[in-house]
Nanobody
C-alpha cells in the first residue's frame, strides 16, 4: 500500500518561491502517475500538476503554467513541486496523490492514494 507525505509548505511573499515534497513509501510501479492538487477555503479541489513515474511526462493547470515545475527523483521515491512567482491565489492546502495511469492525468478520479496535505500561504 502506498503512503504519501507532503512537506515544504509554509508562508511566502507574493513573487517568492517554495518547494513542496511528496515522499512515497510502498511500491511505486512504472505505470504510476503522481499529481498535485490544491484546495483553498470555500473552493473546490483543483488540479495543479502531474508527472508520470516512468518517463517523467508532465502536465500543468493553466493557472500555474510557466510558474510551477513538477519533478521526481525515482531513487528517493519523491516528487517535488517547485513553485515560483507565487500569487495570493496560490494559497491553499496542497495534496499529493498517486494512481495507476499511463499519463499525467488531470482527473482526480484516477488517483487512489492521497497525502494529508501541506498548507501554502502567500501574502501580498
Amino acid at each position: 500500500q502506498v503512503q504519501l507525505v507532503e512537506s515544504g509548505g509554509g508562508l511566502a511573499q507574493a513573487g517568492g518561491s517554495l518547494r513542496l515534497s511528496c515522499a512515497a513509501s510502498g511500491p511505486i510501479f512504472m505505470r504510476t502517475a503522481v499529481g498535485w492538487f490544491r484546495q483553498a477555503p470555500g473552493k473546490e479541489r483543483e488540479f495543479v500538476s502531474a508527472i508520470t513515474w516512468s518517463d517523467g511526462s508532465t502536465n500543468y493547470a493553466d493557472s500555474v503554467q510557466g510558474r510551477f515545475i513538477i519533478s521526481r527523483v525515482n531513487v528517493k521515491n519523491t516528487v517535488y513541486l517547485h513553485m515560483n512567482s507565487l500569487k495570493s491565489e496560490d494559497t491553499a492546502v496542497y495534496y499529493c496523490a498517486a494512481g495507476r495511469s499511463p499519463i499525467a492525468t488531470t482527473s482526480d478520479g484516477w488517483y487512489d492514494y492521497w497525502g494529508q496535505g501541506t498548507q501554502v500561504t502567500v501574502s501580498s
